[in-house]
DNA sequence: GGTATTTTACGATTTCTTTCGGAAAAGCGC
DNA sequence: GCGCTTTTCCGAAAGAAATCGTAAAATACC
């Protein structure tokens, strides 16, 4: 039946890929029209968008997927933060007591790594270098604490920094700790962003920082983003939430990597 | 227009994200009308209109629905409680009106300019270069505008980045204005600031701008402040507003610049 | 042999509809 | 204004159809 053009045999990534690049063109697909196009069964289509859905590259829906900006929007932002405001609070406060005074930090723009500017605000010479606005935002009023922030070009998503031009300005600094947060954290793939230059403005600070500590909530485990910036290797300790399974938290402890979980 | 039908089958999450373009757009929707659009029962309709009121992305009525009254508190500078903000939004529309599509313009971190950076958010393919927190946070939601901001140690007092490790990385850029709000603006000492630092971080892009644009309201003629930024024959261009006397404005206007009085 | 991929089978889940009793608005007579 | 009826609207329940996920079996490939 399948006169279309794509009879041929696929590898799983094409396949995959073919989607992916179908739902960008038209918005959405039909689990039943791929399986037709493709000449496979819709429990493998299910499969194939499962996964991609699991890289949110697709949101899936009832009988297909639609492109990400097709989709309802999340938990408005508002009710979402008092949702998990304990967590992050919790996080951030777990943070904030292994940054010592005298310190110099680097913070991302994460929500988890805004929570621990917060709890740093009494502190003293403290020296936070971010790239994230809403970190230096936070930080107008805490007078103890001197903000840095590297050049570059805003990215709206995040409202941070990206694309510095010379990162090199920070190298004179001796940064104690980073804080990083992530969009997944997998034991082959590292630390993942989804977005390709946030990863690349992370990549080098990574380096730079004496300590990686990456903050990550329980969802963020086994999943996989777009871009990877830092390898395991390169973490010296996960925080975390409580609801991470014992399973993963012993295979990332067996790199070597101390576990928080809050 | 208006009475497009969507006779299409759509996924549940099409239909309610259809839904809520409706509502924004239009204000309001009934069950009664979105039920014969989609095809589907009054009880789905309503369904999908309790799913949106539960994440408060509407607010749910008898017979229908209407926006929610999304009032979120902006964090911005509360500098809108001076009583010059009619003569500050005046100055912005001059100044934005002098920037031309296509343009790379620098924005100080002053009240003037951010009064400039709103009047640009609608604009596409201008490129805006500051050291002012509020300037960035502004332009968030003005797709069409890239932000590049130097790198530096944040200054509480104005929200912005100083001592920028390298200005070079903006040489690249070919700033075609640059906007200076001051402190004082006299014969003699030219544009001077109350800051030191902040001087001599508008001093070498003062030398950058092909085109430097002074905005001073009539309180800071003939005042000076501590250190000068900018001679007079560096500047092309004043804003400022009609409160101004003649004379002073003959006097500047002897020197060869622009001076425009809104 | 072994591994990766896909299919088939089937019970579970989601989505949508119809139905129905009761609550909320709208008319209406006063 | 006040009570009354009528109409509209609501939410819950039950059932039908489509869709889903899982797990074991089948297929392909090395």
């Given at each position: ?15 995959r ?12 697909v ?8 493709f000449?496979v ?20 829906t ?20 008092t ?15 292994m ?31 971010s ?8 930080m107008l ?10 050049g570059?070009t ?10 510095a031009?010379?990162?090199?300005a ?14 997944g954290?997998?034991v082959?793939?590292?630390?993942t962003?989804?977005?390709?230059d ?8 990574v ?7 990456a ?22 300790c996960?925080i ?12 990332v ?5 101390e576990?928080?979980?809050?």
């Open positions: 039946m399948g006169t279309r053009s794509v009879t041929k045999d696929l590898f799983l990534e094409e396949r890929q073919e989607i992916l690049r179908r739902v960008n063109e038209l918005g959405r039909s689990v039943g029209d791929l399986s037709q196009e000449c069964s819709e429990v493998t289509i299910r499969a194939d968008l499962q996964a991609l859905a699991d890289s949110n590259l697709v949101v899936r009832h009988g297909g997927a639609v492109t990400a900006n097709r989709a309802l929007p999340d938990i408005s932002l508002s009710s979402r933060l949702q998990q405001v304990r967590e992050k609070d919790r996080i951030g406060e777990a943070g904030a007591a940054v010592m005074d005298g310190d110099a930090i680097f913070l991302d723009s994460s929500s988890t790594a805004l929570a621990i500017a917060r709890q740093l605000k009494g502190r003293r010479h403290v020296t936070v270098i790239n994230s606005l809403a970190v230096a935002q936070e009023d805490a007078p103890g604490v001197t903000v840095v922030m590297p570059g805003l990215r709206r998503e995040t409202a941070s920094l990206i694309r031009d010379s990162l090199d920070l190298r004179r600094f001796n940064i104690q700790k980073g804080f990083f947060g992530a969009h954290l997998s082959p793939e590292g630390l962003d989804v977005s390709a946030e990863a690349d403005m992370k990549r080098p600070l380096a730079m920082c004496r300590r990686v500590i903050i990550v909530d329980a969802t963020k485990w086994g999943r996989v983003g777009l871009a990877s910036f830092a390898r395991l290797d390169q973490i010296h996960v975390t939430d409580s609801h991470v399974s014992a399973e993963w938290m012993d295979q402890r067996a790199q070597g990597i576990v928080i979980a809050v």
